[in-house]
């Protein structure tokens, strides 16, 4: 028996070497292999220069060849959409139960939101509110509902005649106390609600925890009913205990649509493409839409002075503010301040130094966009 335990152990040291061995050379292959690569930062920078030389589409062309691919799945899809048509008697049921609806699921709800907007809630003063927007006006949604329960008012005690200017000055008032109103009014007739619908609440204007407080709190006042939607697979993070359960009082549907995202992903840069001016144009655009005709003037007055003064740097805020005050558009530097203040949340508007050393404003595109832009702005 010895000898066999003796020849076994022998193998054992025997194989043991030879693995050991053949590690030895995978090492030595490795370190041969990095000696004849070329340094790190040479190929970090080889790789870099790949990375840049990528040639890639311009977003508009882009997105006009997806918006040209043929949609599948049509029957399913319809059907599908019948499906959530059926349930538009049980939504109307919970609203006026006091629950808020909550809609998720892949794809744009917007045209099913609106759809049950139009054939259902025609007992309801329906507020349309775009989430998906860079920025948007909350207190001046607020605003909106409250004067329409204060012409509400008038017509009760019939005061039909009344003109705009003896509305209450909401505007002037602060959120909280338009909110306190609100919450204080009351209406014999149920039928005189109003629905917020609300598309993409957890748009990237809405994340904010001041702007969901304030929603929350106007969806428990009286005859004020919230419809909404949300796309990002974090929204419930938005609320808490509280605020689901017992003010918004959420009452989720799963709507997968399938639908493209066509306007909400107007504002996000498709990843395979380039930053065209194209698609910076339309971005601007549509954000100019959203603003008030003062402020586009505002804006038009800068981008006037940036073409006609191209060599210079920018348009100090002091001649800017001048300029506009001639044409009457703003009152005050306060006012104008408020302007730029929505232009460079967009980035709509830049500030660089100048070589004085005052601030400048600037419009961050090319004369040729500049000009484009400016034309269908008109």
């Known amino acids: 028996m010895a000898p066999r335990s003796g020849h076994a152990a022998a193998a054992g040291v025997s194989s043991g070497s030879e693995d050991d061995d053949e590690e030895a050379g995978f090492s030595r292959s ?16 080889r790789a870099a220069g790949k990375l840049a030389d990528l040639n890639l589409v311009d977003e508009q062309v882009l997105r006009a060849s997806l918006a040209e691919i043929p949609p599948k799945h049509e029957k399913e899809v319809e059907a599908l959409t019948r499906s959530y048509k059926d349930q538009y008697r049980n939504w109307l049921f919970e609203l006026r139960c006091g629950f808020g609806l909550l809609m998720y699921g892949f794809g744009s709800k ?45 017509l009760k005690r019939k005061r039909q005649t009344a003109t705009r200017s003896q509305l209450q000055p909401f505007a002037s008032q ?42 929350a709190q106007v969806s428990c006042c009286p005859q004020v009913h919230v419809v909404a939607s949300v796309d990002h697979v974090n929204a419930p993070l938005l609320w808490d205990k509280k605020m689901v359960h017992t003010q918004f009082k959420w009452s989720w549907y799963h709507v997968p649509t399938f639908a493209p995202y066509k306007v909400e992903g107007v504002f996000y840069p498709l990843i395979l493409a380039g930053g065209g001016h194209a698609q910076t144009t339309k971005t601007a655009l549509v954000v100019l839409q959203s ?77 040729d966009a500049l000009e484009k832009l400016l034309q269908e702005l008109a």
Not at 30 to 44: D, I, Q, T, V, W
Not at 127 to 153: D, H, M, R
Not at 293 to 314: I, T
Not at 326 to 343: A, D, G, I, P, Y
Request: proline share 3%; hydrophobic share 35%.
């Open 110 to 154: 917007k045209l099913l939101l609106e759809d049950f907007a139009s054939k259902t809630l025609t007992d309801f003063t329906v507020i349309v509110v775009n989430g998906y927007l860079p920025s948007i006006n909350l207190k001046q949604v607020i605003v909106t509902i409250a004067e329409i329960f204060w012409e509400q008012t008038k």
């Open 291 to 367: 603003l008030t005709p003062n402020a586009q003037s505002v804006f038009r007055v800068l981008a006037e002075y940036q073409l006609a003064n191209e060599k210079e740097e920018g348009m100090h805020v002091s001649s800017l503010y001048t300029k506009c005050r001639e044409r009457f558009l703003v009152s005050s530097q306060v006012t104008l301040n408020s302007h730029l203040t929505e232009f460079k949340d967009h980035d709509l508007v830049k500030i660089r130094k100048h070589s004085d050393g005052q601030d400048c404003l600037h419009i961050p595109l090319v004369s």
């Open 174 to 215: 602060s959120i909280d106390d338009i909110i306190s109103f609100l919450n204080n009014h009351t209406s014999d007739n149920g039928d005189n609600s109003v629905c917020l619908l609300i598309h993409d609440i957890d748009g990237p204007a809405l994340r904010d925890a001041e702007s969901q407080q304030y929603l």
């Open 30 to 45: 490795y370190f041969l292999a990095k000696e004849k690569e070329p340094s790190s930062g040479k190929k970090r920078a």
